[in-house]
């Protein structure tokens, strides 16, 4: 029993991590319509930047952490203005062979700069573990299910309570009405892009303070995960990806401790056939009919 409870620990600690890039997946669709595959790469910038700012210029952990956000936030507005927005109007097609393109830039930059080796990284959360019986939560899992809760409450207050967030959901739901009741939809679109980096960088800093390792292709199983996550919790629907993302870390870990941690991969990209097949619209998305 006790196994068991540790092994949801670790399930909602991976699931959280998921929750957030999914985050940025959501968003991006709801309102581009497109997906963002170099979302999980910007991961890879959050964590590396977070590397270079302790490392290299000696920042404290509270200021990296915030200049790593502001990177890969910038970073997401130059990637929409560079890469999709001269495609907007583009088949999807061609959308999606430059996200692909724009990962591997990233990736092959991240391997110019530092190279392919790997390189270890303290963990900056240094907080004692909590032992309750025979269960141990470490510091890690705890700052990063306190941080990913904090982070989805005020995105979802963001989206409900302020303009921009009504700007998004107007043009998530009609794209050229929202523009015609004078919404600017490349502002809205671009803050979009930069909301859902700045989430990936939180991620990227939670993902290497519990791996402890950096790597230019870091970021690509966790993004393609946290997609998978996005569709098993509706994709375009925020409650959505933070479910599909919990459920997927809690799949995952049971997967490994109970079954074989070789097949976990297998299970977790089985799940997603399953979804497609079975309700293709996710677990809390909504079916839509589209007119011709």
């Known amino acids: 029993m006790e196994n068991l409870f540790e092994q949801l620990l670790n399930g909602l600690r991976s699931g959280s ?3 957030l890039i999914a985050l940025g997946y959501t968003m991006v669709y709801g309102i581009a319509k497109m997906i963002n595959f170099a979302h999980g790469d910007i991961i890879m910038v959050g964590a590396y930047t977070l590397y270079v700012s302790m ?5 404290s952990a509270v200021m990296a952490v915030i200049v790593s956000v502001i990177v890969c936030a910038i970073l997401g507005i130059l990637i929409e203005k560079i890469a999709y927005k001269p495609l907007r109007n583009a088949p999807s097609l061609a959308v999606l062979i430059t996200a692909i393109g724009m990962s591997y830039l990233l990736q092959n930059l991240s391997l110019l700069i530092f190279k392919a080796n790997p390189i270890k990284f303290r963990s900056i959360i240094q907080i004692a573990s909590i032992h309750i019986g025979t269960i141990t939560i470490t510091g890690t899992t705890m700052v990063t299910l306190v941080v990913t809760i904090i982070a989805m409450f005020l ?17 998530s739901e009609d794209k050229e009405a929202a523009s ?21 960088a939180i ?15 870091m970021g690509a199983l966790p993004g393609i995960k946290a997609f998978v996550a996005a569709v098993l ?4 629907n925020v409650p959505g990806a933070m479910l599909g993302g919990v459920l997927l870390g809690i799949i995952e870990s049971l997967s490994k401790a109970y079954i074989n941690s070789q097949v976990a991969d297998a299970i977790v990209f089985g799940i997603l056939v399953i979804v497609l097949l079975v309700k293709p619209s996710g677990l809390l998305g909504i ?3 589209e007119k011709v």
């Open 203 to 217: 991620a990227g800093v939670l993902y290497v303070c519990q791996y402890q390792t950096l790597l230019p292709t």
């Open 55 to 59: 490392e290299i210029y000696h920042l």
């Open 233 to 236: 919790g509706g994709i375009g």
């Open 155 to 171: 995105l979802a207050l963001f989206i409900k309570k302020t303009k921009v967030g009504s700007a998004m959901r107007a043009i």
């Open 180 to 200: 015609l009741m004078g919404i600017n939809v490349n502002q809205t679109i671009s803050i979009t892009f930069a909301i859902g980096s700045a989430l990936a």
């Open 287 to 289: 079916s839509r009919i």
């Open 17 to 19: 991590i998921y929750a």
